[in-house]
């Protein structure tokens, strides 16, 4: 049995970045990826391809709407969507391969397949050949990241009712594409189909867009969003969503129990995301679950088993790739007997609609939450030359 002094399970980015820092300390060190490609998430069916699909649509809307106001002339104009499907694909793919430039540049060893635990020390690591294999390891992280959440009385059936795995490789831009959720995901790939040309409606349970942020950014967010044509239901709770001829029916309630039915092509389920973290032996070698399925790490980011440690999706706090590579690099360098430190509080968030929004500390409720003083200022982005020259005067 071949042995190792860390392995990291998940490839995305906090795994891969803990396996290379990890390498770059002098550990031996391997890294378990249960899909064909390494990334995770974020490379594969998250963060990059819907960057790539937000940058080709803004291009798309701007040859559209703006061109003809800088002199360039676009009357014929039209949308190759397989084309920009595939530059998408192509940026995943040419990062996929960068990415395992990486793991042969740091000697980091890559077993594809399924890793189980069957003790602290062992991984079981299953091929999709069926065939099965052990490793040793001294210390472990586990970096397998988060899946989409699911919505009662919703089923995603990845054809008409979708997640943002789907959505990212739809064979057709949607007439009508009904949105449940008003966060990051729904309102990034919102924007994307907005302008493409679809008619878009947002169905949001809170009375307010991107929770997470100040409540002022989310009202900002909300006005220009619609001034670019798309339709929002805020306080609207979703009942059920149900297929109807090549139709999909969404039924909802408002905030005063009233019944609201929406119909679309095609409805993108964007509530969230949620941990990783079962088939994966946690419990049977005593590794501690919270309620919401999250692992329970201390201070130094380590499980209820000692050397087994935790990083991003998989255990509390936001859900960011930049959050899990910071994390990725905390625990390596505590494997290592540094003594790292990670300020949450200067990890930023960002919104990639256009314009773009973004947030690093503490939010103004939070602030008044705590009790602190401090003060608040505001200038309003079209007052600046630089609205002016991109014609983003209608923005904020």
């Not at 949105?179 to 994307?192: A, Q, R």
């Not at 430190?341 to 960002?350: A, D, F, G, M, R």
Request: contains cysteine.
């Amino acid at each position: 049995m071949t042995k190792y002094d860390t392995i990291v399970i998940g490839s995305g980015p906090g795994g891969y970045v803990a396996a290379i820092r990890c390498a770059q300390l002098g550990m031996k060190t391997a890294i378990i990826e249960r899909y064909p490609a390494l990334g995770g998430t974020c490379l594969n069916v998250g963060c990059i391809p819907s960057k790539a699909l937000l940058d080709s649509s803004e291009h798309f809307n701007n040859a559209k709407h703006n061109f003809e106001a800088h002199g360039i002339n676009t009357q014929k104009l039209e949308l190759n969507w397989p084309r920009m499907l595939q530059r998408k694909d192509d940026v995943v793919s040419q990062t996929c391969d960068g990415l395992q430039y990486l793991m042969k540049k740091n000697k980091i060893t890559v077993f594809k397949g399924h890793g189980t635990f069957k003790d602290k020390n062992t991984i079981t690591v299953k091929g999709k050949a069926k065939d099965e294999h052990a490793v040793n390891t001294e210390y472990t992280i586990i970096a397998t990241g988060s899946k989409p959440s699911s919505l009662s009385g919703v089923n995603c059936d990845k054809k008409r009712i979708i997640t943002s795995t789907e959505a990212l490789s739809l064979q057709e831009v949607p007439e009508k594409l009904i949105v449940i959720g008003g966060g990051v995901i729904g309102l990034e790939l919102g924007s994307v189909f907005n302008r493409l040309g679809s008619t878009v409606q947002v169905v949001e349970y809170l009375d307010r867009l991107v929770a997470g942020m100040d409540i002022s950014l989310g009202k900002d967010v909300l006005r220009v969003l619609k001034k670019q044509g798309i339709e929002f239901f805020l306080s609207h709770a979703v009942q059920k969503a149900v297929e109807n001829g090549k139709n999909i029916e969404v039924t909802a309630k408002n905030k005063q129990g009233k019944e609201v039915k929406f119909s679309g092509d095609y409805c993108l389920v964007a509530v969230g995301r949620k941990p990783y973290t079962e088939n994966l032996g946690l419990q049977d070698i005593g590794i501690t679950l919270d309620e919401k399925g999250r692992i329970i790490v201390n201070e130094h980011l380590e499980t209820s088993l000692s050397g087994v440690y935790a990083i991003g999706d998989v255990i509390k706090g936001a859900m960011l790739a930049h959050k899990a590579e910071e994390e990725g690099v905390f625990v390596a360098e505590t494997i290592a007997g540094q003594k790292p430190h990670i300020n949450y509080k200067l990890i930023p968030e960002v919104l990639y609609t256009w314009p773009e929004a973004a947030g690093v500390g503490f939010t103004e409720d939070e602030l008044k939450a705590e009790n602190y003083n401090y003060t608040s200022g505001s200038f309003p982005f079209k007052a600046l030359g630089r609205a002016r020259v991109s014609m983003d005067k209608k923005v904020l």
